[in-house]
């Protein structure tokens, strides 16, 4: 039961946050500083931050093993392993993806 002092807390939202047909609407505020937008990596930069993203909250298993993921490649080209921590080391031994496509082509 909702007591009178959480009744505030609880009430819904004001109209001004609804949307046209009358959902609630959410705004977050993103306290990160714009980074700058290399043309050549967007692609892989957006699913880099959305792994990262969902490994701060997720555990990933395998067979009930804990899998500890470094990286992550396309499907389209699986040989090219993109690291995921910036720094870090892969399973392939490399630290960027220019030493994995510099392997792959020598």
């Known amino acids: 039961m909702i007591g009178k002092r959480d009744e505030k807390r609880f009430s819904a939202p004001p109209l001004e946050e609804r949307d046209v047909s009358g959902d609630v609407v959410f705004r977050f505020s993103l306290n990160c500083p714009p980074s700058p937008i290399d043309p050549e990596r967007a692609l ?5 931050a959305r792994i990262q993203d969902l490994l701060r909250i997720v ?3 395998c067979k009930g093993k804990r899998l500890f993921v470094d990286g992550f490649h396309f499907l389209n080209d699986p040989e090219v392993i993109l690291p995921l921590w910036p ?11 220019d030493e994995i496509r ?4 020598g």
């Open 44 to 48: 892989e930069d957006f699913f880099r």
């Open 59 to 61: 555990g990933i298993t």
């Open 102 to 105: 510099d392997n792959k082509e």
């Open 87 to 97: 720094g870090a080391e892969t399973a392939a031994g490399t630290s960027s993806k």
